[in-house]
């Protein structure tokens, strides 16, 4: 059954990607340096401290960089060519994902939005995915 994800909930990927299914993007706050992390981590990377939070990112940002993927994985070979990237969220921290926009749009600095889609199959990713569209996308 669904369960119902709230700021108690562990600071762990399998949280992170249980908050994707209930379409919140989560990241960890910490609250001694200030940092987000995204994905979350039980101890900050910059400052070292174990005092963290869940807080709910908008989802927004623009595109660092980027690669067009044309050989893939088994998992994946239904989807070449698929774009994968890194997004720079409005809060500061780097995503990586999937960047659902047509090829000729693609350029460093378009804004995007994360989008949510459930989880595809039994096999792994059994988990609810993230991707990025454009911010102008419905």
């Not at 005092?51 to 044309?70: A, I, P, Q, Y």
């Amino acid at each position: 059954g669904e369960i119902d994800m709230d700021s108690k909930s562990p600071l762990t990927l399998e949280s992170f990607y249980r908050f994707c299914a209930q379409k919140k993007l989560m990241g960890a706050r910490c609250k001694s340096c200030r940092a987000i992390l995204v994905p979350p981590r039980a101890v900050c990377p910059k400052c070292g401290s174990a005092d963290m939070r869940w807080e709910e990112l908008k989802g927004n940002g623009k595109l660092l960089t980027f690669s067009v993927v044309h050989v893939a994985p088994p998992a994946f070979q239904s989807l070449v060519p698929y774009t994968v990237g890194i997004v720079l969220l409005t809060e500061g921290a780097r995503l990586p994902g999937m960047i659902r926009t047509d090829l000729k749009d693609l350029r460093i600095g378009l804004d995007l939005k994360i989008a949510f889609e459930p989880p595809q199959s039994e096999n792994w990713p059994s988990w609810a995915r993230y991707y990025f569209v454009r911010v102008d996308s419905p």
